[in-house]
């Protein structure tokens, strides 16, 4: 699944660590959803969402 | 499981400190040693990491998993090439339950820690 969240990090010029720290997770794992090898789960990805006030088909978009 | 992760490192080195103890102390027996080694080694892949993700969860579950088929394998070959050997003194080498445990908790681990290692490794931080 692609995500654009390292774009949006990205235009708040957020690191990897802030924003693992404000999602309660760790860097590697933010590091895994932004690289696409990891999905994160529906409560992650709602949190991820609400993070960025963005619905979450616009952070996330099935590859088929 | 509730566990600090700082003292990961003290079950690591009780568990380097049994394999020691066994080459090492005459009156040693692997029985007893392997239980240490083998307790060690699970309370440290169970107990929880310093931050404890789903990401976290779902490395141990596919480790755990590679872990198990991969030993049943290796057991399976090591007990085939045991029963093969027909030299007096290793009739009776096969594995106990402790063994087959710390054998698949070294291979989880080393499974858990790669995969961690490169979810960190692959990109830059910025």
């Not at chain 1, 999602?23 to 895994?32: D, H, K, W």
């Not at chain 1, 990805?45 to 960025?52: E, Q």
């Not at chain 2, 049994?18 to 102390?25: D, Q």
């Not at chain 2, 990401?55 to 093969?84: G, N, P, Q």
Request: proline share 3%.
């Amino acid at each position: 699944m692609k995500n654009r969240l390292k774009e949006l990090r990205a235009a708040r010029e957020w690191s990897q660590g802030e924003l693992a720290e404000r999602l309660a997770v760790s860097r590697q794992t933010i590091n895994a959803i932004e690289t696409e090898k990891y999905d994160p789960s529906l409560p992650l990805a709602f949190k991820i969402a609400k993070l960025f006030k963005c619905p979450i088909e616009e952070i996330f978009t099935d590859h088929g | 499981m509730k566990n600090n992760h700082e003292l990961k490192p003290l079950y690591l080195t009780l568990a380097a400190s049994s394999v020691a103890g066994y080459f090492y102390v005459p009156k040693a027996n692997w029985p007893a040693c392997s239980l240490v080694i083998a307790a060690c080694l699970l309370v440290t892949f169970l107990g929880r990491e310093k931050i404890e993700d789903e990401r976290v969860e779902h490395l141990k579950l596919k480790a755990i998993k590679a872990a198990f088929a991969a030993s049943f394998i290796l057991v399976f070959l090591y007990t085939w090439l045991i029963a093969t050997i027909r030299q007096e003194g290793w009739r009776n080498q096969f594995l106990s339950a402790f063994d087959l445990i710390i054998l698949v908790m070294l291979i989880a681990l080393g499974l858990f820690h790669y995969w961690r290692w490169q979810d960190g490794w692959t990109g830059v931080a910025k």
